[in-house]
Nanobody, 127 residues
Framework: QVQLVESGGGLVQAGGSLRLSCAAS????????MGWFRQAPGKEREFVAA????????YYIDSVKGRFTISRDNAKNMVYLQMNSLKPEDTAVYYC????????????????????WGQGTQVTVSS
């Protein structure tokens, strides 16, 4: 099993920044892509960003490109999401997830391609 624990969420004004962290423990972390998803009330879970196992390849949805940065530290089993220039529409519960297999590619935005999920951290952006 893989345990993922997100932290760093909170309430921030529009234009502000937050840095989300995801701590992984248990079975394999290295070798797998990691992703961030979000879910707003009444909406489906949405892919936000992903990073490959080495950290050399990333992928973002268009709405966060240039504002969010995903990174990872394999030595610490950590994944991060730096969020700048936040907008009210970024308000959601944010989840980190590990790729279902070592073949999960960062450009695959389907939640089904991720097998392990954290409990989520709330991000609220006020206007």
């Amino acid at each position: 099993q893989v345990q993922l624990v997100e932290s760093g969420g909170g309430l921030v004004q529009a234009g502000g920044s937050l840095r989300l962290s995801c701590a992984a423990s248990g079975r394999t972390f290295g070798g797998y892509a990691m992703g961030w998803f979000r879910q707003a009330p009444g909406k489906e879970r949405e892919f936000v960003a992903a990073i490959n196992w080495s950290g050399g390849l990333t992928y973002y949805i268009d709405s966060v490109k240039g504002r969010f940065t995903i990174s990872r530290d394999n030595a610490k089993n950590m994944v991060y999401l730096q969020m700048n220039s936040l907008k009210p529409e970024d308000t959601a519960v944010y989840y980190c997830a590990r790729g279902r297999t070592m073949s999960t590619v960062v450009g695959d935005t389907r939640p089904g391609e991720y097998a392990y999920w954290g409990q989520g951290t709330q991000v609220t952006v006020s206007s």
